[in-house]
């Protein structure tokens, strides 16, 4: 089978709601090549890459990559592309050169050729992400969540993801009830289940993301609890919770910050990351009109993650 690759050259502040886009419009895969990762130094200590081929990091910012069917809808797929990420420009979000180009590659190809970049990661004091084509010997205090990202955006290595699992080391307490609005790959959920988690219901509207996730809970034996189901936002959620997290972009998660705060219980703790700096005003200030007190902001490069408690 034909794929057609399409590369959006863009900036980092405009990776996860491009990436977003390209999940909605039926993406097989996305992959991201930022310049700076190619730049930076790096410690072995934490599992990274370091086999990166410059040929594939453009001058400066970043390439975003999706992969869809060749077929007589591409043309209107591209487009679709094009007028959604032109959009984004109406949230101050800087889209840098914002070009498109096409290349064709075999299903053969694209399937394993990505996996080459994606190895052991250390993200937190005890998490290691590990890729399920991997050998990794863990030491014993390492907890191992065992990933096979699929056609669900997340590898689990991203800043957001990783300021999350950070939090949810410090938050998750024996016997909690926590809920994974926007799970993706179920990274967050398989993570608060290890963490002692006595129930957590993970969520996704996008399907795909749905199976995904249920295939990385069974991987990693969370399933007695661990749930996935298809969902938007917390509609039809009753509560009360512990715990809910939500690492999704900005401009959704102020779409359910008031149900949040009627979901959690007194006290519990609201997780939300997939900030960018410029919007985090925003998002702290619906949080406390909610009726939440900011408890931590966590920082990684320009992205934010903020943990709140309930009143």
């Given at each position: 089978?034909?794929?057609?690759?399409?590369?959006?050259?863009?900036?980092?502040?405009?990776?996860?709601?491009?990436?977003?886009?390209?999940?909605?419009?039926?993406?097989?895969?996305?992959?991201?090549?930022?310049?700076?990762d190619f730049k930076k130094e790096r410690e072995n200590v934490f599992g990274e890459i370091y086999a990166l081929d410059r040929n594939d990091y453009p001058e400066e910012g970043v390439l975003v990559k999706a992969y869809f069917p060749v077929n007589d809808e591409l043309d209107q797929t591209v487009e679709s592309i094009r007028v959604a990420v032109d959009s984004l420009k109406l949230y101050d979000i800087d889209l840098g050169a914002n070009t498109i180009t096409l290349?064709?590659?075999?299903?053969?190809?694209?399937?394993?050729?990505?996996?080459?970049?994606?190895?052991?990661?250390?993200?937190?004091?005890?998490?290691?992400?590990?890729?399920?084509?991997?050998?990794?010997?863990?030491?014993?205090?390492?907890?191992?969540?065992?990933?096979?990202?699929?056609?669900?955006?997340?590898?689990?290595?991203?800043?957001?993801?990783?300021?999350?699992?950070?939090?949810?080391?410090?938050?998750?307490?024996?016997?909690?009830?926590?809920?994974?609005?926007?799970?993706?790959?179920?990274?967050?959920?398989?993570?608060?289940?290890?963490?002692?988690?006595?129930?957590?219901?993970?969520?996704?509207?996008?399907?795909?993301?749905?199976?995904?996730?249920?295939?990385?809970?069974?991987?990693?034996?969370?399933?007695?609890?661990?749930?996935?189901?298809?969902?938007?936002?917390?509609?039809?959620?009753?509560?009360?919770?512990?715990?809910?997290?939500?690492?999704?972009?900005?401009?959704?998660?102020?779409?359910?910050?008031?149900?949040?705060?009627?979901?959690?219980?007194?006290?519990?703790?609201?997780?939300?990351?997939?900030?960018?700096?410029?919007?985090?005003?925003?998002?702290?200030?619906?949080?406390?009109?909610?009726?939440?007190?900011?408890?931590?902001?966590?920082?990684?490069?320009?992205?934010?993650?903020?943990?709140?408690?309930?009143?």
């Amino acid at each position: 089978m034909k794929w057609s690759e399409i590369s959006i050259h863009t900036t980092q502040e405009a990776v996860e709601p491009i990436s977003h886009i390209l999940h909605e419009m039926g993406a097989s895969g996305v992959s991201i090549a930022d310049i700076e990762d190619f730049k930076k130094e790096r410690e072995n200590v934490f599992g990274e890459i370091y086999a990166l081929d410059r040929n594939d990091y453009p001058e400066e910012g970043v390439l975003v990559k999706a992969y869809f069917p060749v077929n007589d809808e591409l043309d209107q797929t591209v487009e679709s592309i094009r007028v959604a990420v032109d959009s984004l420009k109406l949230y101050d979000i800087d889209l840098g050169a914002n070009t498109i180009t096409l290349h064709e590659v075999n299903e053969e190809d694209w399937a394993t050729s990505w996996k080459k970049y994606y190895h052991p990661v250390k993200v937190s004091n005890t998490f290691t992400i590990v890729p399920t084509w991997e050998t990794y010997d863990a030491e014993p205090e390492e907890r191992i969540i065992e990933l096979d990202p699929g056609m669900a955006f997340g590898t689990g290595t991203h800043p957001t993801t990783v300021m999350c699992i950070r939090a949810l080391e410090k938050a998750i307490r024996p016997g909690d009830h926590v809920i994974d609005v926007g799970t993706g790959s179920g990274i967050l959920s398989i993570a608060a289940a290890k963490l002692g988690a006595a129930k957590v219901e993970a969520y996704d509207l996008d399907y795909v993301a749905v199976e995904s996730a249920k295939s990385n809970v069974t991987l990693n034996n969370t399933e007695h609890v661990v749930t996935v189901g298809q969902g938007n936002l917390l509609q039809g959620i009753d509560g009360p919770v512990d715990l809910i997290v939500a690492n999704l972009l900005a401009d959704i998660i102020l779409l359910f910050v008031e149900d949040a705060a009627k979901v959690i219980k007194p006290s519990g703790l609201f997780i939300t990351s997939g900030i960018i700096q410029t919007k985090q005003k925003e998002v702290e200030h619906a949080l406390i009109q909610a009726g939440f007190t900011v408890e931590e902001v966590l920082n990684i490069e320009d992205w934010v993650a903020i943990v709140a408690r309930n009143k």
